[in-house]
């Protein structure tokens, strides 16, 4: 899976975590199986963005809350 998949499963695990939330609880809240939640979390699965908003609602967050940090762009060698 891409990079940005990556960073964005790390972002919501981050958010989650801090929140005290189980996977099971956060899928549960979202409507969604928990199986998606850790796949999202892992980095496996490409998600939609109607799914974004839902774990950002289930988390009582922003969409903006589980967007990873920029990736610093790469220096071009000369």
Excluded: C, W
Aim: charged letters at 35%.
């Amino acid at each position: 899976m891409s990079d940005v998949a990556v960073r964005f499963g790390k972002r919501l695990r981050e958010v989650r975590e801090t929140a005290g939330i189980s996977q099971e609880k956060l899928a549960e809240l979202a409507s969604l199986h928990r199986t998606y939640v850790s796949s999202v979390e892992r980095g496996k699965r490409n998600i939609s963005i109607e799914n974004i908003e839902r774990l950002a609602v289930a988390l009582g967050v922003s969409m903006r809350d589980l967007m990873p940090a920029d990736k610093a762009p790469e220096k071009k060698r000369s």
